[in-house]
Structures are given as C-alpha cells and as structure tokens.
C-alpha cells in the first residue's frame, strides 16, 4: 500500500532556531499534502495545504512566515519551523492521498521539542 | 457548531464489552467519513471508511446515517489491544481536505 515517510522523528532544538521537516509519499505522486499539528490531549489541526508547485494554503491562525512550507515535487512536501520557540513544541504529522476523497496515508510524525 | 463533533470519553470498558462511538458531523456536502485510530504519540491509521449501507470488518461495524449526520462504530468483543483514540473524519465535497474531530479515548480493562 501507500507509504508516506517523514523525517525527522523527533527533534530537540534550542530556541530561536529553525527545524526543517520531511514529508516524502514513497510510491504514489502527491500534488497535496497536509501538514497537522497535535498538542497533548488535543486534536489534530489542520495546519496547511501544500500544493506542488504553488503556494500552500494555511488554515486561519497560522502564520504563514513562521511555518514555511514547500513543496518541490510530486514526492516531497518539507515543512520548515522558523525561529521555534517552546509554544511550538508539538507533535507535527503530514498526510497525502492518492485522489480526492480517498483515504489519507500519514507520516509518522515528528515530535518537536524546543528548549 | 462544530464542524466533527464526538464524545471526548473517555470510555472504560472490561474486556469483552461492546462498545459505541458517535458522531456528528455539520456540513451536510460532505462525501466521504472515515473512522481512524490513534495511538498515543503515534500518527492517526485508517480503522475503515463509512458507507452508508453500513459497513463491518471483522469486530468493528461502522455505520452513516446521511440525514441526521451522523456516524457510529461499534466494537464488539473488545480486546486490550484496542485501547487507543478513535477519531471521526469527514471530507467535504470535492476535497482531498479531512476534518477530524477530537477524538474518543476507549481503554479497555482487564
């Protein structure tokens, strides 16, 4: 079946620094992906769109310079966490499917610890 | 109203014991509704989808009532090893979007 791998697992950074998150669909092409932020005991929230080769649209709230998100090819959609402070400590997981309405393949997700 | 609605649980039940999750949803363009599992810490996998001729895979029996907007699933003969968040995820039309709710947490007691 379709596999979608994300890298890295976890992450512990310094403040004030920038983390860049992997999000690659292994054996099917991705012109959308989602990226979902979990904090404990919450829901996952739909943090952004990622369109390949265009902009990615955020969901109202996020800061659209503060998570940078790119999306190259068909195969790779990279999430970037520019300048993290500790309320960005969160569990980051991205997502792809193969067609409209069909079921979605997720990342392991990334656990984002920052100090 | 929210958009995916469920009881946040959470749900403890003695092994052995059936067990019943709701949902509603709000958006009655919606196509698609899927039921996920999540364990702590670890991404959301697929469960089943719901149809509305009702669905069964093995102990889990999901069910979609279009006109009320509103989604179950059923586990029977619950195991310990079901223990985890049960998420209810709707697509709307067109979309390749998903809106989860928030989530029933089942543990399961020896």
């Known amino acids: 079946g379709a596999v979608v791998s994300q890298h890295p697992s976890r992450v512990i950074c310094k403040s004030g620094t920038s983390v860049k998150i992997e999000c690659r669909s292994l054996d099917f092409q991705a012109t959308t992906m989602f990226w979902y932020r979990q904090f404990p005991k919450q829901s996952l929230m739909l943090m952004a769109t990622s369109n390949e080769g265009s902009k990615a649209t955020y969901e109202q709230g996020v800061e659209k310079d503060k998570f940078l998100i790119n999306h190259a090819s068909l195969t790779l959609s990279t999430l970037t966490v520019t300048s993290a402070h500790p309320e960005d400590s969160s569990f980051y997981i991205c997502?792809?499917?193969?067609?409209?309405?069909?079921?979605?393949?997720f990342g392991s997700g990334t656990q984002l610890s920052v100090l | 109203r929210k958009e995916v609605e469920q009881d946040p649980g959470p749900f403890n039940v003695p092994e052995g014991a059936t067990v019943a999750f709701n949902c509603t949803y709000s958006?009655?363009?919606?196509?698609?509704f899927f039921w996920y599992r999540q364990d702590c810490r670890k991404e959301p996998k697929l469960l089943m989808s719901v149809y509305s001729s009702g669905n069964e895979d093995g102990r889990f029996t999901a069910q979609l009532n279009r006109a009320s907007q509103y989604i179950s699933l059923l586990i029977r003969d619950s195991k310990l090893s079901d223990s985890a968040t049960y998420l209810c995820?709707?697509?709307?039309?067109?979309?390749?979007?998903?809106?989860f709710g928030k989530g029933t947490k089942l543990s399961v007691i020896p």
């Open positions: 995820v709707v697509s709307g039309a067109g979309s390749y979007q998903l809106t």
């Open positions: 958006n009655s363009a919606s196509q698609s």
């Open positions: 997502s792809a499917s193969r067609a409209t309405n069909e079921k979605l393949f």
